[in-house]
């Protein structure tokens, strides 16, 4: 009995021993990626993408082997690395990750999570800059109906789904869709943050640039 109680105590102590070790490894792996990680939104921050992109290859890659395909941490390298090439207009490059992190997102998490929201509204902004707004507005569409579902028409994170879509509206001239939501945008931000808050006067001035660029008579005392 004694001999099995000194057996029993050293497994024990092996298992403990081993999950401090792997705390401590999933210490180092988290400062490792945690640096890698700041110098590619210092990067981002400064405009240097051609040096941000080999350190954000290397952060997601660090982020694959030792966090996992699905691992936040991978994703956020995943839509870092995407971001620096959609800023240096390598559009290709970007969308296969902007994709794949929708889709691990939605299945991971679901699709009302802002994660994934997140990731969903990066593509829809992807194809605009590219001009394929067909496959952007149902993305933008989907964004903004889940936000309000789930957050309210008065939230912040569903205001900016309103004013993504109505600035991809004002893209391709639809002038008539792209007014009620810039309206109900400043209409919710007068009432909730105050006529002064710089997210009413965003508001306001987008409608305003609505009714120039459409040639609205009523947005001349705007110019």
């Known amino acids: ?3 099995r109680l000194i057996f029993i105590i050293s497994v024990f102590m092996i298992l403990l021993s081993c999950t401090t070790l792997v ?3 999933e210490t180092v792996h988290e400062k490792q ?8 939104l210092r990067a981002l921050d400064g405009g240097r ?3 941000g992109i080999p350190v954000a290859k290397e ?7 030792h966090f996992g395909h699905t691992h936040p941490h991978t994703l956020a390298s995943m839509n870092n690395l995407a971001l ?3 800023s240096q207009g390598r559009y290709g490059q970007a969308e296969p990750l902007y994709k794949q992190a929708l889709q691990v997102r939605e299945n991971t998490l679901g699709k009302e999570h802002p994660y994934t929201l997140t990731s969903m509204n990066n593509l829809a902004a992807l194809y605009k800059l590219q001009g394929r707004y067909g496959q952007a507005e149902p993305l933008f569409k989907q964004a903004l109906q889940v936000r309000e579902n789930t957050l309210g028409k008065e939230h912040p994170h569903t205001l900016a789904s309103m004013n993504n879509l109505a600035l991809l509206y004002e893209s391709q001239g639809r002038y008539g869709e792209a007014e009620p939501l810039f309206k109900q945008a400043l209409q919710v931000c007068e009432n909730t943050l105050g006529k002064e808050h710089p997210h009413t006067l965003i508001s306001m001035n987008n409608l ?7 040639q609205i008579r009523r947005g001349r005392a705007f110019v």
């Open 59 to 65: 952060a997601y890659q660090y982020a694959r082997l």
């Open 33 to 40: 990626w945690n640096f890698l990680n700041s110098q590619v």
């Open 84 to 86: 620096l090439y959609e």
């Open 208 to 214: 305003a640039a609505l009714y120039i660029t459409g």
């Open 23 to 25: 705390k401590k490894e």
């Open 49 to 51: 993408y051609n040096k």
């Open 1 to 3: 009995m004694k001999t």
